[in-house]
């Protein structure tokens, strides 16, 4: 997810449209801190932190107003916890209009960065997919369906204990999987 905080929606409200940053392919280069659009001129600081550090200093800058970046990118579990410090733009607001291009990302993804009161504070970058992989044969000696792994959390969990107590099997390799 991509957040603007409040200090960057002064410098960019104006009337032109802003242009679209294209990151498709991976960050810029981190030794070219300038990036030239037709519409404004922006200086590109990219700063590198480990994923713990980068969130802790985010959670410290938006707690005392003091140090905060334009712009930042912030992992989905923390969007809550920064949606309601206030700190940042809705981008559902001009010049952004964030809900018109609702239509270009898959349906969960812009409720993911969805903030208090109908607010849009931040834009998904990837939506991350996943897949489920399992044996069709050991689910079968279980009696569990796919339907019922699939459903929900609690049925998945469910199946788990059944495919454990039935055939010895894990429905998945780690505990810590269940974050």
């Known amino acids: 997810m991509v957040a603007?905080?409040?200090r960057w929606i002064s410098e960019l409200a104006r009337p032109a449209r802003l242009p679209r940053l294209d990151f498709s392919?991976?960050?810029?280069d981190a030794e070219r801190t300038l990036v030239v659009m037709p519409v404004l001129l922006i200086e590109l600081k990219l700063l590198s932190m480990q994923y713990a550090d980068h969130h802790l200093s985010m959670t410290t800058a938006l707690a005392t107003g003091s140090g905060l970046p334009?712009?930042?990118?912030?992992?989905?579990?923390?969007?809550g916890k920064f949606a309601g410090s206030g700190g940042f733009v809705d981008l559902n607001q001009a010049p952004y209009l964030a809900a018109s291009h609702a239509d270009d990302y898959v349906r969960f993804a812009m409720a993911q960065g969805a903030g208090p009161g109908g607010t849009q504070v931040a834009i998904p970058a990837d939506i991350g997919p996943g897949t489920l992989i399992y044996r069709k044969d050991l689910l079968d000696r279980a009696g569990v369906s796919e339907a019922e792994i699939t459903r929900d959390w609690s049925a998945y969990l469910s199946a788990g204990e059944r495919l454990r107590k039935a055939t010895g099997a894990y429905l998945m390799?780690?505990?810590?999987?269940l974050r």
């Open 4 to 6: 603007l905080t409040n």
């Open 70 to 79: 334009d712009v930042m990118a912030i992992d989905l579990r923390y969007i």
């Open 173 to 177: 390799a780690d505990a810590a999987d």
């Open 25 to 28: 392919q991976g960050l810029p």
